[in-house]
Nanobody
Framework: QVRLVESGGGLVQPGGSLRLSCATS????????VGWYRQAPGKQRELVAG???????NQADSVKGRFTISRDNAKNTVSLEMNSLTPEDTAVYYC?????????WGQGTQVTVSS
């Protein structure tokens, strides 16, 4: 019953922009912390940006000033606006939602930054 579905990934040139969206269902969205993680081939999964139920944001240093995370509690969605993309941003991006001992993941969406 719990579903997280990402969309918006694709191929973009360095310096370009993409907007990722995650639609959720089956959870009481407003009480969950939500966020975005990414995993590049051969590397560990890392936090990109997260936002709490109260709107507090934490981000990886590598994306500060370039990415913006937001949530819409009326639509049960979380988005990631990505600007000034570089090849180092290439990865599969995963949506995550968690509250206390519960955590859920989406299937991921590929972002490729290449010229």
């Amino acid at each position: 019953q719990v579903r997280l579905v990402e969309s918006g990934g694709g191929l973009v040139q360095p310096g370009g922009s993409l907007r990722l969206s995650c639609a959720t269902s089956g959870i009481s969205f407003s009480i969950y912390a939500v966020g975005w993680y990414r995993q590049a081939p051969g590397k560990q999964r890392e936090l990109v940006a997260g936002i709490s139920r109260g709107g507090s944001v934490n981000q990886a240093d590598s994306v500060k000033g370039r990415f913006t995370i937001s949530r819409d509690n009326a639509k049960n969605t979380v988005s990631l606006e990505m600007n000034s993309l570089t090849p180092e941003d290439t990865a599969v991006y995963y949506c995550n939602a968690r509250f206390l001992g519960s955590a859920y993941w989406g299937q991921g969406t590929q972002v490729t930054v290449s010229s």
